[in-house]
């Protein structure tokens, strides 16, 4: 049997248009104002807010007393009639025939969902539920959903197949000491850091262009505010290309998630100076790279990995997202090709000025080479074999990467922690909730 509420609106579906209809809405509690004889109540829902108008000399008392008391953020559903009103949210307000209160909230809240006493964010994810009650932190999480929705559709109409790859795995991809160790009935497992191997071997599948987005796992010591132990990557792998084509797939796609998110109206809530990133991307190779961070006095030497205060001089020289090609092969996973006669590898980053966002490369197909890359990373080739195997018997030359989406939302976003995009962050302290 169906609620009678169902049959509500959202506060943003009634206009001032609907004066003197018959309505119902449901929602939160948001704010009460008593001014002695009018008394109002501000009702939240998922879309906007609403103004129900209670006249102490009109209405039945019983009614009036029953608003008076309802506790901030309970749960309430109300019937009554539209009546224009230009101060009011939307600009009308509901005379109410009926209040029925459906969840009683208690006295002392954990938040303040107006936003007018801000909190910390550990406070915020604490009370996660609660802190996706303030419109910055649901704007937040509605733009996530879009951004998905809109990459997932960029993908299909580019002929990509998404896949499920397992996250309960037996080997690292990644270099052997960001894994989260797992018991696996008798054996030790692991949980997936990237969907790499299986991406690749499905290359070998002849599925040709595939894409997977689902969490990966990193046991990263450090606590940092761009760092999670749980993250979401963007991965897409891709048949007879070169590191160039994808290289384009994905600063395309980062193109298209900035102008589809240009449009979202609640991007007021950030304060943001939003620019749509210009394609084609700088390119500039590591070397490139050292030079910049040397000439600006960096302490680092060439086969160093980049720092994050030298991702932040190369940003804030740059200035807009670009791309580090050219890296040495010892920086880099060996799956990565190698560019003949050299140290470095075909392997690419995709920069903000802020951090990095994706990382990808054109792969090594050959199956003598991918062995010997293995070994000479210290690797055992035996632990390999579910994956060499896919390079005996008929795997194309490919290419592709891995796209974050935390970063990607935190840096569209301008938010100072990697956190804050997320519902439930599980990092070093937080496993709860
Ligand atoms: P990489 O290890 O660079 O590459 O990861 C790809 C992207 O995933 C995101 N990311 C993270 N985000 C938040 N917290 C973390 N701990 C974290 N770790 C990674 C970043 C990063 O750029 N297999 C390759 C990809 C490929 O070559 O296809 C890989 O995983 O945004």
Known sequence: MKLPIENRKYSTEITADDDGEHVSIAGWVHEKRDLGGV??????????????????????????????????ESVVAIEGIVKSEQKAPNEYEIIPERIEVLSVASHVLPLDTTGKVGAELDTRLDARFMDVRTERTKHIFIIRSRVLKAIRDFLDERGFIEINTPKIVSAATE????????????REAFLNQSPQLYKQMLIASGLDKVCEIAPIFRAEEHDTTKHLNEATSIDVEVAFVSNETVM??????????????????????FNLDFKIPKTPFRRITYDEAIDVLLERGEQIEWGED????????????????????????AIKPFYAQPIEGKDTCDAFDLMHPRLELASGSQRVHSYELLKANIESKGLSADSFEFYLNAFRYGMPPHAGWGLGVERLLMSMLGLDNVREVVLFPRDRRRLVP
Not at 252 to 260: D, P, R
């Open 39 to 72: 008394f109002f109540l501000i009702v939240r829902d998922r879309e906007g807010f609403a103004q129900v108008t209670l006249h102490k000399r009109k209405v039945d008392k019983e009614l009036f007393e029953r608003a008076k008391k309802v506790p901030r």
């Open 175 to 186: 270099g052997g000491t960001a894994l989260f160790p797992i018991t696996y009935f008798e």
């Open 248 to 269: 384009q797939l994905l600063e395309e796609l980062i193109a298209l998630v900035y102008s589809m998110v240009a449009a979202y109206p609640g991007l007021d809530s």
């Open 306 to 329: 980049l720092s994050t205060s030298a991702e932040h001089i190369l940003g804030k020289t740059i200035g807009e997202h670009y791309f580090i090609t050219d890296w040495p092969r």
